[in-house]
Nanobody, 121 residues
Framework: QVQLVESGGGLAQPGGSLRLSCKASGSIVTIATMRWYHQAPGKQRELLATITSGGGTTYADSVKGRFTISRDNNKNTVDLQMNSLKPEDTAVYYC???????????????WGQGTQVTVSS
């Protein structure tokens, strides 16, 4: 069974930094695009950053220049380096990936359980 597990959330001060990590485990054939989302209280889940298997990246305007997404294809991990954090970055952060498991010919999206990030002085 495929799982995504995030780590690295917590409390940061405005202007500070945090690094989130997400590891995919289980019986995996391939991982295509990996993504980070966040969801603030009372708001819809928002796509922040994507990275393809070849390393191509895209970012939401709200995080461009502050957040960096990266991945290690050998370890099946995707990271999100978050700098210059703002109080409005406070949210639950989720990783998401397009994964083909060994028991299927189809690729589907998997979600992690989420990790809380709070930016406050």
């Amino acid at each position: 069974q495929v799982q995504l597990v995030e780590s690295g959330g917590g409390l940061a001060q405005p202007g500070g930094s945090l690094r989130l990590s997400c590891k995919a485990s289980g019986s995996i054939v391939t991982i295509a695009t990996m993504r980070w989302y966040h969801q603030a209280p009372g708001k819809q889940r928002e796509l922040l950053a994507t990275i393809t298997s070849g390393g191509g990246t895209t970012y939401a305007d709200s995080v461009k220049g502050r957040f960096t997404i990266s991945r290690d294809n050998n370890k099946n991990t995707v990271d999100l380096q978050m700098n210059s954090l703002k109080p409005e970055d406070t949210a639950v952060y989720y990783c998401n990936a397009d994964i083909r498991p060994t028991d299927s010919f189809l690729t589907r999206q998997y979600w992690g359980q989420g990790t809380q990030v709070t930016v406050s002085s």
